[in-house]
């Protein structure tokens, strides 16, 4: 195991040549450190081959006598060195990066006399029972939609029969993206495919949050997600840090509209998991990957940007997943290689699908900066 997330010590004389920092020397501050007796486990809310999140309450987090909802990011029974040396690269990292409204930020973390795990925190949502959006509704992918995330990682969930039995499930304040993009049509789809759905569906609907109507996505929505997904991104690139799996299934969506970026490898089923190709002797995301993240092994912010771009496209497409019709193969790596793009997407303007052009560049030294990403997206918003 170890995370997607990197931060740079220095370039090398090829903008290319990143060396990235090891946190494995550095000191872990003790000051995130949480009693392990102050969290009641519940039910595992997304597993996969290194590790599982498990929904918990802590109490006394913020004062004493509080609980919050949270999620617990751990490593799987018995992992070796190797692996919870990479979790704890990870936390140390989390320490490092500091807090944004468009990550996930860190709240602390259980590392003493007992098994690693650490945990995010979400500052927006302060009651998580009284949270009624589209989470009530249709949480059903494996994520963690809580106001305290201990490391939102999970896998999208498409059967139907899971839906049916997240709906009977407690409240989540989180909502994938990709999920949130589909709105438009899936509760009548669900209904169709599965009768049960209907139930609760409707049973859902009624505690919708009259204030704030999830049932309708405007493009100024669309606009504002990809909006508050490059401010996050533009945070990340002020930290030197690179996220390398930057894509719809690794964005959140909270109370407000509000997107959180996240990194769900630990709990992600990447063996079973299509977005993940095998390529070597391992499994990688291939459709949202940068030319020279798949020919060369080179993960940089602008290789990050060529994701964001294809993460553009979902958002604007409704999620859609990236290159419809096209396997993967290598008639799929000569395309990327001769240039190609998608085309425009349908919900998308003539302005927004340059930009997704521009992340697309196959010199990478042409692509944009998040900064220049947020300044132009500021400016659509304003005209919008």
């Known amino acids: 195991y170890e995370s997607q997330w990197r931060m740079i010590q220095m370039i090398g ?16 501050d003790i000051k995130w450190e949480f009693p392990r007796e102050n969290l009641e486990f519940g039910q595992v809310l997304g597993s996969g081959a290194f590790g ?20 617990v990011k751990m490593l799987k029974e018995k992992p070796d060195a190797s692996e919870k040396d990479a979790l704890m690269s990870e936390l ?7 807090s944004h409204e468009n990550i996930v930020n860190l709240l602390g973390a259980c590392t003493v006399s007992g098994k690693l795990n650490f945990f995010l925190r979400e500052k927006l949502l302060k009651k998580a ?47 994938s993206m990709k999920l949130l993009a589909f709105i438009l049509y899936l509760s009548e789809g669900l209904k169709e495919m599965d009768p049960l759905c209907d139930v609760f569906l409707n049973k859902s609907i009624t505690h919708v949050d009259e204030e ?8 100024d929505d669309l ?26 299934r690794n964005i959140l969506v909270t109370h407000g509209k509000v997107v959180k970026i996240c990194d769900f490898g630990l709990a992600r089923d990447v063996m079973n998991d299509s977005n993940y190709i095998v390529r070597g002797n391992a499994r990688l995301p291939v459709k949202w990957m940068a030319p020279e993240s798949l020919f060369e092994r080179t993960y940089t ?26 396997q993967v193969d290598s008639n799929f790596y000569k395309l990327i290689q001769s240039g190609f793009k998608m085309d425009q997407p349908y919900y998308a303007t003539k302005d927004v699908y340059c930009m997704m052009q521009s992340c697309w560049a196959l010199d990478s ?4 900066s998040f900064s220049c990403l947020v300044s132009s997206l500021a400016c659509q918003l304003a005209e919008a």
């Not at 004389?13 to 872990?28: G, K, L, M, W």
């Not at 929904?55 to 999620?71: E, K, L, R």
């Not at 140390?92 to 500091?98: N, P």
């Open 13 to 28: 004389p090829s903008d290319n040549e990143y060396i990235y920092i090891d946190f494995r020397e550095f000191e872990y």
């Open 52 to 71: 599982k999140v498990v929904n918990a309450t802590a109490y006394g987090i913020n004062n004493a006598g509080d609980s919050v909802q949270v999620a």
């Open 92 to 98: 140390k990292m989390m320490t490092h990066i500091g």
């Open 129 to 175: 029972s009284s949270q009624n959006n589209l989470g009530k509704q249709l949480s059903f992918l494996k994520t963690v939609f809580l106001q305290v995330v201990f490391c939102c990682f999970s896998s999208f969930t498409n059967g139907i029969r899971e839906v049916s039995f997240l709906f009977t499930n407690r409240v989540k304040s989180y909502l």
């Open 212 to 219: 704030e109507d999830f049932n309708v996505l405007t493009f």
């Open 223 to 248: 606009l504002c997600f990809s909006y508050q997904v490059a401010k996050g991104m533009e945070f990340l690139e002020s930290k030197s840090c690179i996220h390398r799996d930057l894509a719809a």
């Open 301 to 326: 912010m602008k290789s990050d940007v060529w994701s964001y771009g294809i993460l553009l496209w979902e958002i604007f497409s409704l999620g859609v997943n990236p290159y419809p019709g096209v």
């Open 365 to 368: 030294r042409k692509r944009p």
